[in-house]
């Protein structure tokens, strides 16, 4: 069935201050057009989504990549997830430390693995043996996270830093497409929250959690503090919303609803369903988003009902 194109990409949703809008609405717009110069060409949204989420892991804005906020020993350590609609084929890595952009193992092992998920060094080990080169740890930590690390870590000795409030930054990134031959796909990568424990992992890399992606239902990417979407399963819960019957305007505000009731917490959603019907959402003050059709391309930090 031939689909009219959609691609809609996320870069984190927290109270983002002035000062950082412009460089956020910058990143998705190049994500998007790296995810558009797959679809125009009639490529696969699998690919647009890799694209997109590759551009922001390469753009020092977001958390992902490098970039990326340090966990409690001065880290990056890195998951992300891809998710094909059509055959429900995922790929995931987590707890990564040396590689620049882990959607790129994800997809490898999406499309060259009978296994759905590597962690750490095993995770490592898979990406170079099927050529992908890896970093040292140190190339991907840049200044002003180890200044951030330093700044969390003394006030929160002292001063009881709320590490959860949606002023701390949440800035995941991730991407879902429709294509022209009608399938959906999703991606979500992120370097985990500030002054994490090492090996902690969040809901980005998780299927259904943090991504999600089936042609029957929807593709979904969020954002947020991590801990209590994962308890939500909350991409699933949003997806079979919609193969319930519902829009994904809707369920992606229900979705934020639901998770601001229910566990108290907060971030963002994007969803995308093979109609080409899409929801944003957030119930943190702002989330970078980003919005391209065949008629359209729109960009911003706020959405819905902030
Ligand atoms: N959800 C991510 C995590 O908890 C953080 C984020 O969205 O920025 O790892």
């Not at 998951?79 to 995931?92: N, P, Q, S, V, Y």
């Not at 009978?114 to 990406?127: C, I, M, Q, S, W």
Request: charged share 25%.
């Amino acid at each position: 069935m031939a689909s009219n194109p959609v691609l809609v990409v996320h870069g984190g949703a927290w109270a983002m201050p002035d000062d950082m809008v412009e460089a956020h609405v910058r990143g998705v717009r190049n994500a998007m057009a790296a995810g558009w110069r797959v679809l125009e060409r009639e490529g696969a949204a699998l690919d647009a989504v890799e694209e997109a989420v590759v551009v922001m892991e390469d753009d020092e804005t977001f958390d992902a990549g490098r970039g990326s906020f340090l966990n409690r020993d001065g880290k990056v350590q890195l998951d992300a997830l891809i998710m094909d609609g059509a055959t429900l084929r995922a790929g995931g890595v987590g707890c990564v430390e040396r590689l620049r952009n882990p959607v790129r193992a994800a997809r490898k092992i999406l499309s060259e693995s009978p296994h759905v998920y590597f962690v750490a060094e095993g995770a490592e080990r898979f990406a170079a043996e099927h050529g992908i080169e890896l970093c040292r740890n140190e190339e991907l930590v840049i200044a002003r996270e180890v200044e951030r690390l330093r700044e969390y870590q003394t006030d929160a000795a002292g001063h009881g830093n709320d590490l959860f409030a949606p002023a701390i930054s949440h800035d995941t990134v991730g991407a879902v497409a429709l294509d022209g031959d009608g399938n959906i796909a999703a991606a979500t990568s992120t370097g985990g929250t500030l002054n994490k424990a090492p090996g902690r992992l969040g809901d980005s890399s998780l299927i259904g959690c943090g991504c999600y992606a089936d042609n029957l239902s929807a593709a979904a990417s969020t954002t947020g503090w991590g801990e209590p979407i994962m308890k939500l399963v909350l991409a699933k819960w949003t997806a079979d919303r919609i193969s319930a019957g519902n829009l994904p305007e809707w369920a992606a505000q229900e979705a934020m609803n639901y998770l601001q009731q229910r566990v108290n917490g907060h971030g963002g959603i994007i969803v995308l369903n093979a109609a080409g019907q899409f929801g944003i959402a957030h119930n943190t003050p702002r989330m970078a988003w980003g919005l391209k059709t065949v008629a359209k391309e729109e960009a911003g930090v706020e959405r819905g009902a902030a």
